[in-house]
């Protein structure tokens, strides 16, 4: 006789064996949770405790509890992040590598932010830059990088010359890693850009324009334009030949390559010297291709503007004459800001002494 399914099911439930197995939805890597408001004061106390596990899994459940902007400013007011900073010196590689990751968790909100600069947290952060683990260093990369968004947090990088270490990892570091360090620097040389001058962050810069990805590519060439805006910045990057290189990206598979180039090709463009070595570069013909086959907006505005400030050498002026009617094709399809730039190239060009 074949018993139907659900009374089947109930004598086995009904048995007196004991299950070895875990209850369902108990994850043992990450600590019970208190109820309430008693919660985090918990997670703050095994957070100080004494054994290894316990710190561990109070990390991991932080790691999930804090994707909660109000959880952040709860855990600040208990004293946490006194707590995370010295599990940043701690003596176990997973403790060090989740400490970090909640201090990223919480820097994407404004609270963590200001929270991180008010406790002095980014040099314990920067100092996992020479971490063994990589999972320790690749987070300590991602917290300064979220940190950098702000001016008040590039400056706090900046006060505590962070610049010429970050130049550093450029050299070093994994691809993934230089990619953040890349966005970090873009950032702070909105605020400062002697100290990445002084470490030679024009040169580093240059080495990675050849790099076989196209991410670290376009980074490098952007962080060139935001470290030429200053005059010596601008006399540095001809110094040490990086136009040429400059030229020959805006000949790249990616459009967003060839934005950033034209756009660092427009700053240096800005003296009588780099004028004139990106016209000997043949950034001339190369800009005026570009401008025929690729109609991306941000390629077009870049080049439009490095076109510009070509067009005010006699000898660009003379090459560019050519392309004022397909500026005046773009000045009527493009948007507002394309119609801008347009006007002032057209003038620049087809002025006359």
């Known amino acids: 006789l074949t018993l139907p399914y659900f009374i089947q099911s109930n004598l086995r439930m009904a048995t007196t064996r004991i299950t070895t197995a875990l209850p369902p939805n108990i994850d043992i890597t990450k600590a019970e949770l208190a109820y309430g408001e008693h919660m985090l004061p918990k997670l703050n106390r095994q957070l100080q405790d004494e054994t290894l596990l316990t710190r561990q899994r109070a990390l991991n459940a932080l790691c999930d509890v804090l994707h909660n902007p109000e959880h952040v400013s709860a855990a600040l007011k208990v ?202 570069a043949g950034a001339v013909d190369a800009l005026m291709s570009l401008l025929q086959t690729d109609d991306t907006d941000d390629v077009r505005l870049n080049v439009i503007k490095a076109i510009t400030m070509l067009a005010e050498a006699p000898q660009g002026r003379k090459q560019l004459a050519e392309i004022v009617p397909i500026l005046e094709k773009i000045h009527v399809e493009g948007g507002p800001m394309i119609e801008k730039v347009t006007t002032t190239a057209i003038k620049v060009i087809t002025w006359k002494p």
């Open 79 to 280: 004293g946490m992040a006194k707590s995370l900073k010295k599990l940043l010196a701690d003596g176990d590689g997973t403790v060090r590598w989740k400490a970090t990751e909640v201090l990223f968790i919480c820097s994407n909100h404004a609270i963590g932010r200001d929270s991180i600069l008010e406790f002095g947290l980014i040099q314990p952060i920067s100092a996992l830059f020479d971490d063994k683990h990589d999972d320790a260093r690749h987070m300590s990369h991602r917290a300064i990088e979220s940190v950098s968004h702000t001016v008040n947090g590039a400056q706090g990088i900046v006060s505590a010359n962070l610049i010429a270490k970050l130049v550093e990892k450029l050299k070093t570091e994994t691809d993934d890693i230089k990619e953040l360090v890349l966005d970090t620097l873009h950032y702070c040389m909105k605020v400062d850009t002697d100290q990445a001058l002084k470490a030679g962050g024009i040169e580093v810069f240059t080495t990675l324009l050849k790099h076989e990805s196209w991410q670290i590519r376009g980074k490098a060439a952007r962080d060139i334009m935001d470290i030429s805006f200053p005059l010596d910045g601008k006399k540095t990057a001809v110094k040490v030949g990086c136009v040429p290189v400059l030229v020959s990206l805006l000949a790249d598979p990616s459009s967003h390559v060839k934005a950033q180039a034209a756009g660092a090709l427009m700053s240096i463009g800005i003296t009588t010297e780099g004028k004139q070595e990106s016209i000997k």
